[in-house]
Antibody, heavy 121, light 108 residues
Framework: ELQLVQSGGGLVQPGGSQRLSCAAS????????MSWVRQAPGKGLEWVAN????????YYADSVKGRFTISRDNAKNSLYLRMDSLRAEDTAVYYC??????????????WGQGTLVTVSS | SSELTQDPAVSVALGQTVRITCQGD??????ASWYQQKPGQAPVLVIY???NRPSGIPDRFSGSSSGNTASLTITGAQAEDEADYYC???????????FGGGTKLTVL
C-alpha cells in the first residue's frame, strides 16, 4: 500500500524556521515527482512547491518563493520542506503528496496525513 | 486569487445528480484532477486524467471537460458524499499547480 507519513510542524515564532519531513513507503519514491500542499484554517487548498525525481527541478508558489526550500533524499525515501522567515499567514496544515505527471495530466496521490504549522508569538 | 473558479457551495437531494464545475483557461491545454476532503481529513483523489477513477472510488463519480470548464458529476449522491471538492490543474504558464477555491457539497 502506498503511504506517506509526515513529521515536524508545531508552534514557531514569526521570522522563525521549521522543517517538515515526509517518509514514503510502498511506492517507488525515487521515480516520483513530489509536492507540498497547504491549507490555512478554514480555507482551501494551496499548492506550495514540487520537486522532480532527482531534485534537479523545483518550483514554488509565489507566496513562498525565496523563503521555502523543497528537497529530497532518495536514499532515505524522504521529502522535506524547509520553511524560513515564517509569517502568520503561513499558518496551515501542510500535506505532502506524490505528484504524478503524465504529459498534460497531473494529479496528487497519495497524500500524507498532514501536519499543522502555527506561526505565532 | 485562484486561476481556477469553483462555486463556493452546491446542494443536492439524496439520490439525485449533481455537477460541480471548475472554470479556467488552463483546461484548454491541461486536464483536471478532482479531490474530496471531509472535515479533519486529508484530501482524497476521486478523478484524474479527465475521467479516470482510482480504485475504491465509487462509479457514481465521473469527470468531463469542455472548453475552459471541467466538471465532476455525482450520479445518485449519497450522504457520505457530503464534503468539500477541489479541482486542480496547471496555471496559465504551465509550470505551476493551482487549486480551485473549493465547493462545499451538501446532501439534503
Amino acid at each position: 500500500e502506498l503511504q506517506l507519513v509526515q513529521s515536524g510542524g508545531g508552534l514557531v515564532q514569526p521570522g522563525g524556521s521549521q522543517r517538515l519531513s515526509c517518509a514514503a513507503s510502498g511506492i517507488t519514491f525515487r521515480s516520483s515527482w513530489m509536492s507540498w500542499v497547504r491549507q490555512a484554517p478554514g480555507k482551501g487548498l494551496e499548492w506550495v512547491a514540487n520537486i522532480n525525481q532527482d531534485g534537479s527541478e523545483t518550483y514554488y508558489a509565489d507566496s513562498v518563493k525565496g523563503r521555502f526550500t523543497i528537497s529530497r533524499d532518495n536514499a532515505k525515501n524522504s521529502l522535506y520542506l524547509r520553511m524560513d522567515s515564517l509569517r502568520a499567514e503561513d499558518t496551515a496544515v501542510y500535506y505532502c503528496a506524490r505528484d504524478i505527471v503524465v504529459v498534460v495530466s497531473d494529479w496528487f496521490d497519495p497524500w500524507g496525513q498532514g501536519t499543522l504549522v502555527t506561526v505565532s508569538s | 486569487s485562484s486561476e481556477l473558479t469553483q462555486d463556493p457551495a452546491v446542494s443536492v437531494a439524496l439520490g439525485q445528480t449533481v455537477r460541480i464545475t471548475c472554470q479556467g483557461d488552463s483546461f484548454r491545454s491541461y486536464l483536471a484532477s478532482w479531490y474530496q476532503q471531509k472535515p479533519g481529513q486529508a484530501p482524497v483523489l476521486v478523478i484524474y486524467g479527465k475521467k479516470n477513477r482510482p480504485s475504491g472510488i465509487p462509479d457514481r463519480f465521473s469527470g468531463s471537460s469542455s472548453g475552459n470548464t471541467a466538471s465532476l458529476t455525482i450520479t445518485g449522491a449519497q450522504a457520505e458524499d457530503e464534503a468539500d471538492y477541489y479541482c486542480n490543474s496547471r496555471d496559465s504558464s504551465g509550470n505551476y499547480r493551482v487549486f480551485g477555491g473549493g465547493t462545499k457539497l451538501t446532501v439534503l
